[in-house]
């Protein structure tokens, strides 16, 4: 009696199940993850019971560490390149939805008044000042 040896078939995965399911899973997380702007600076906002909300629109951002450094749009800044920079994109800025002031709390008043003015002596006919609500 012979016995027929049957020529072994090499064992193969097929990934292309495996692949699909990476890219569902890669969809997913890009889908359902949520971008928060943070910038560079370190700034504890104030608190405000009776704030308003504004609508997420292309927004310029200046933020003041309690140090006194200036960020705007995530750049590091000083006084007249902030006023060179203000008068430059005043149009667009008051076209958008307008200038964020970020100010730290412990910030000195007159300091924020400093820049408050410089924003209107740019220009710029609208900015919000940023705050949290009280608990945040």
Do not use: C, W
């Amino acid at each position: 009696m012979q016995l027929l040896d049957k020529p072994r078939r090499r064992p193969s995965i097929n990934i292309t199940s495996l692949i699909d399911v990476l890219f569902l899973l890669l969809t997913f997380f890009l889908v359902t993850t949520s971008f928060i702007e943070q910038s560079a600076l370190k700034v504890e906002l104030p608190s405000m019971q009776h704030s308003e909300q504004t609508e997420r629109e292309k927004r310029f951002v200046l933020n003041l560490s309690a140090d006194g450094r200036m960020n705007y749009n995530g750049r590091e800044t000083d006084t007249e390149a902030l006023r060179r920079e203000l008068g430059e994109a005043v149009v667009e800025i008051n076209a958008s939805g307008g200038l964020v002031l970020r100010a730290d709390r412990s910030l000195d008043y007159g300091d924020v008044v400093t820049v408050l003015d410089l924003i209107r002596g740019a220009g710029i006919k609208r900015f919000a000042i940023a705050t949290v609500s009280p608990g945040e």
